[in-house]
């Protein structure tokens, strides 16, 4: 599945930036997601979600963030949004589209790591039920 292939790539990516940096854990994953990416953000949540288990990221959130399709024409210097399915056609002259400005992003915006490895829900002020790993945290 296409979805499938690209959580594990993100999923591959972040971890790697954990290891590297020493985090234990993520709660919150942010995608910018082009409308004309071919990426169905409902699909995409479902696999993240399984793929996420067993890894560093088990139990993280994915948030997907659209950005929309722009087209641009040369000749005119005319730039419009295609919409979806895309309308690729100049509406001045009835050129194609030179080129896409935007709309086929498929990049993590955001990572928001979770602190000490404790899972936000399980978390509470003042008190540790478990140890916990120091990592230097930086804000
Ligand atoms: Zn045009």
Redesign the pocket.
């Known amino acids: 599945m296409h979805e499938m292939s690209i959580a594990l790539a993100v999923i591959g990516q972040i971890e790697d930036v954990a290891r590297a940096e020493g985090r234990s854990g993520v709660e919150t994953v942010t995608l910018q997601v082009g409308e004309l990416a071919g990426v169905v953000p409902d699909a995409l949540g479902f696999c993240f979600r399984l793929a996420c288990d067993g890894t560093l990221l088990a139990g993280a959130r994915l948030v997907t963030r659209p950005v929309p399709g722009r087209a641009r024409?040369?000749?005119?210097a005319?730039e419009w949004p295609t919409g979806m399915p895309p309308d690729l056609c100049?509406?001045?002259?009835?050129?194609a589209a030179a080129g896409l400005l935007s709309g086929r992003e498929l990049q993590i915006a955001a990572v928001r790591w979770a602190p000490g490895g404790v899972p936000a829900a399980a978390r509470e002020p003042q008190q540790r039920t478990r140890p916990t790993p120091t990592v230097p945290e930086e804000s």
């Open positions: 024409c040369e000749p005119c005319r100049c509406s001045g002259c009835g050129a």
